[in-house]
C-alpha cells in the first residue's frame, strides 16, 4: 500500500520553503528544502526537484493546489496575503507502508 503525504510550499518573509507532512500526527521535525532569500516563486520543475531531493515525488495525478493566506494584521513582518501552496506526494522509491 502506498501512503500519500502532503508537501506544502510557503514563503516566510524572504524565503520560499517546502516542507513534507508525513501522514499521521505532526512529527516534531519536517523534511524539509529552502530557497536562497528573495527567490522567485519556486517554478514547477524546482519544486519537482525539491522533492526529489526530499526523496519524494508527487502521486498520480495530484496537482498543486494554491491558497491566499491573511496574517494578523497586526503584524509587521510580511505584506498583506501570503501565498501557500500544497501536493500530495509519495516516497521515491516505491511503495511504502
Do not use: K, N
Request: charged share 25%.
Amino acid at each position: 500500500m502506498s501512503i500519500t503525504e502532503r508537501a506544502i510550499l510557503a514563503m516566510d518573509c524572504l524565503t520560499w520553503y517546502l516542507f513534507v507532512h508525513p501522514a499521521g500526527p505532526w512529527p516534531a521535525q519536517c523534511p524539509e528544502y529552502r530557497w536562497d532569500d528573495g527567490a522567485d516563486i519556486p517554478t514547477p520543475a524546482q519544486r519537482r526537484d525539491a522533492l526529489a531531493e526530499l526523496g519524494y515525488q508527487p502521486a498520480p495525478g495530484a496537482e498543486w493546489e494554491w491558497a491566499e493566506l491573511f496574517p494578523d494584521p497586526d503584524s509587521p513582518r510580511c505584506g498583506p496575503v501570503a501565498l501557500i501552496a500544497g501536493i500530495d506526494v509519495r516516497h521515491m522509491g516505491g511503495e511504502q507502508e
